[in-house]
């Protein structure tokens, strides 16, 4: 049946005082936050902020050297300034970006086909690149795998039964992150051998949908969280020691990182209210296009401490090297999120900026504007990406036919088959 319409209005309307509470109490305290914020570099040097949070593990965040450099943790893109309307965005995007080639990952999954006696099932990854050339130069590709029954279910059941085996959905999406991961890694390392063939004119940028602090892998069995955390661990290292930027991209963002380190800064204001996101406090400290904050390390929790891995024989740990800034690229009042390695900040940058990290900064910016507010590259990657309830209805028969021309007893089992009938 479709949703009640009167009932979720009459609901609505029975909570409208407490909502509007809420609300009202939100703004008071966002108020507070931004006026907190817009001190902290006048009153605080780095060195401080750091000493008074060493006794806590996780402070969500830390400020670098950088932050003793200037009077305000946002950053404001002076050639936005009369910008009126999204051509001007496009001419600046067009002349920064000119050159760059910059690639994205994306995927998409058929979950396990539990209307066959086998359970299957696919995941797809398709990457991008964008050289960014006047005659136009985009390349892609999609790499799929199919998941056979070893790779989608496990034993145990109820009450550990070593001898149930049961479809384990959560596998799938495992599998789909592992497989995005290797074929980031695989980019970066064509990247590089075509940057050191001499057939990039400007240094490669790498994008990747989504975060490089795992945190969402934490409530996983341990040994699934390991393979959550190998796979980002080895993205971030193949970027490292092939020298080609990666950049995790989430956009609305509702990270509370500067929240939670200005919350155990000043105790006394802020311990007795809630945790709100970092760009509830920042959207309106920031002009309309393009402002971002300065880096700040990342320390939100343990899932940061496991990023390790060996990579070409070397050892590479990101437990404190991984960093993070919010960048206001509209439409939308939310901000969204960078996280990158801090090799980016430690490289100089090609000429014209100060280190790799604003070169990249720059063309993320540049990027998104292009895609009006979102990385037009990401946008390619994911239209590829995708798989729909056709393909997944494709991908059954093709299962099906293939079972009937192998002498593969693959059958429908009853409820899909009556389903599969009455659909005919």
């Not at 006794?55 to 950088?66: I, W």
């Not at 479809?167 to 890694?185: I, K, M, N, P, Q």
């Not at 490292?240 to 990182?257: L, S």
């Amino acid at each position: 049946m479709p949703l009640d319409k009167a009932s979720v209005v009459a609901a609505l309307d029975a909570n409208s005082q407490s909502i509007r509470a809420y609300l009202e109490d939100d703004d008071d305290l966002v108020e507070r936050y931004q006026e907190t914020f817009r001190a902290l570099p006048t009153e605080w040097t780095a060195a401080e902020i750091r000493e008074e949070l060493s006794t806590s593990s996780y402070p969500g965040a830390l400020p670098t050297d950088a932050f003793d450099d200037v009077d305000s943790i946002v950053r404001h893109h002076e050639p936005s300034d009369g910008w009126e309307s999204h051509e001007a965005v496009n001419d600046w995007a067009r002349d920064i970006l000119l050159g760059v080639p910059i690639g994205a990952v994306d995927g998409s999954e058929i979950p396990p086909s539990t209307q066959f006696n086998v359970p299957l099932a696919y995941v797809q990854a398709a990457w991008s690149l964008n050289h960014h050339r006047p005659e136009g130069a985009l390349d892609r590709g999609q790499i799929g795998r199919l998941l056979d029954p070893e790779e989608i279910t496990r034993t145990g059941g109820e009450g550990g039964d070593e001898e149930y085996r049961f479809v384990d959905s959560s596998l799938v999406g495992l599998e789909r992150y592992e497989h995005e991961a290797a074929v980031v890694v695989e980019r970066i390392e064509t990247l590089a051998d075509e940057r050191d063939a001499g057939n990039l004119e400007r240094p490669p940028i790498m994008l990747y949908d989504g975060p490089l602090v795992v945190s969402f892998a934490n409530p996983r069995r341990p040994a699934v969280r390991d393979r959550y955390l190998e796979a980002v661990s080895r993205i971030l290292a193949a970027s490292e020691y092939h020298e080609v930027p990666v950049v995790g991209y989430i956009a609305g963002t509702n990270a509370v990182e500067l929240v939670k380190m200005t919350r155990l800064l000043l105790r006394e204001k802020f311990e007795r209210d809630r945790i709100i996101p970092d760009a509830r406090v920042l959207t309106e400290l920031m002009s309309p296009w393009g402002d971002a904050t300065i880096p700040f390390l990342c320390r939100r929790d343990g899932s940061v401490d496991s990023l390790e891995t060996t990579y070409e024989g070397q050892t590479y740990s990101y437990g404190k090297d991984i960093y993070f800034s919010y960048l206001k690229v509209p439409p939308g009042a939310g901000l969204d999120r960078l996280e990158f390695p801090g090799w980016l900040r430690r490289e100089d940058g090609p000429e014209g900026y100060e280190s790799l990290y604003e070169y990249v900064l720059t063309m993320v910016r540049a990027e998104a504007g292009v895609g009006r507010g979102y990385p037009e590259v990401l946008q390619q990657a994911d239209t590829d990406a995708v798989l729909t309830h056709e393909d997944r209805q494709r991908f059954l028969r093709l299962l099906k036919e293939w079972g009937s021309a192998n002498d593969v007893p693959i059958e429908w089992d009853a409820k899909a088959l009556s389903k599969e009938l009455r659909r005919r």
